[in-house]
């Protein structure tokens, strides 16, 4: 199994060098950086070069809840904080584990035997594609082949599927297919764009061409994309 690449953000500089120490005497650990600022760590996040975080919650620029939900995508984080009033916040955004300061090296421990263990559940059991999409038009399910669709667009409360052969508009936001669809061979590009990467033709830092239709790629999702289309 791979190691863990992961990375450690926390504004207190003494707490940072602990967890450092802590990170580099595990060997299923790689680290990645260490950062005083959430903010630095962007670029590395949005390169997904990272697979673990450990984060302070409580950081005088920005919640470290709050930088998490303003990524595309999350890694797994355990959440590192001298305050027990944050934990629930933490677990409601899926965190792996919660550590209170001053953490015992035994209880950092058995957090990242948590990572490990969910990481080789993933790699032994593979996931399943889905095979096909059932979208509410008109008060019918209509079933609707992934291997059509070439891409997916939001459009306020509304989603816009475009196919091999038309277009079908359903109720639902782009959000609950995001990651559902992640795992069959489509990428978010913006908050209103899902493509299918065999459906891309042509590329730029700006945008992607599909067919005949050029759709804009953000700049919050751009190192994610150029990373992902390159490697295809």
Same mark, same amino acid.
């Given at each position: ?9 926390d504004d207190e500089p003494p707490a940072l060098i602990v967890m450092e120490k802590y990170i ?15 903010? =630095? ?50 677990f409601d955004l899926d965190a792996v584990d919660f550590l209170l300061k001053p953490i015992p ?40 082949? +992934?291997?059509? @669709? +070439?891409?997916? =667009? ?19 936001? @782009? ?8 795992? !069959? ?8 764009? +899902? ?14 061409? @599909? ?5 804009? @790629? ?5 190192? !994610?994309? =150029?990373?992902? +289309?390159?490697?295809?």
């Open positions: 199994m791979p190691a863990i690449r992961c990375i450690a953000i580099r005497s595990v060997p299923a650990l790689s680290l990645q950086g260490v950062f005083t600022d959430a903010l =630095e760590s962007l670029p590395m996040i949005n390169q997904q070069q990272v697979d673990l975080i450990f984060m302070d919650i409580q950081m005088p620029q920005l919640l470290g809840t709050d930088f998490l939900r303003s990524l595309p995508v999350i890694p797994k984080v355990i959440f590192t904080t001298a305050h027990r009033q944050f934990a629930l916040e933490g090296f035994p209880r950092f421990l058995k957090a990242v035997n948590k990572v490990t263990s969910l990481q080789a559940a993933a790699e032994s059991t593979p996931e399943q594609e889905p095979a096909s999409l059932l979208l509410r038009k008109d008060r019918k399910m209509i079933k609707v082949m +992934l291997q059509d @669709i +070439l891409y997916i =667009e939001s459009i306020r409360d509304y989603i816009k599927v475009v196919t091999l052969t038309g277009t079908i508009i359903s109720k639902q936001a @782009i959000s609950a297919l995001d990651q559902q669809l992640s795992q !069959a061979g489509f990428l978010r590009i913006h908050r209103s764009f +899902l493509v299918s990467v065999s459906k891309v033709k042509a590329f730029t830092s700006e945008l992607v061409e @599909i067919g005949q239709t050029e759709l804009p @790629i953000s700049r919050m999702y751009r190192g !994610a994309v =150029e990373k992902r +289309l390159r490697a295809v």
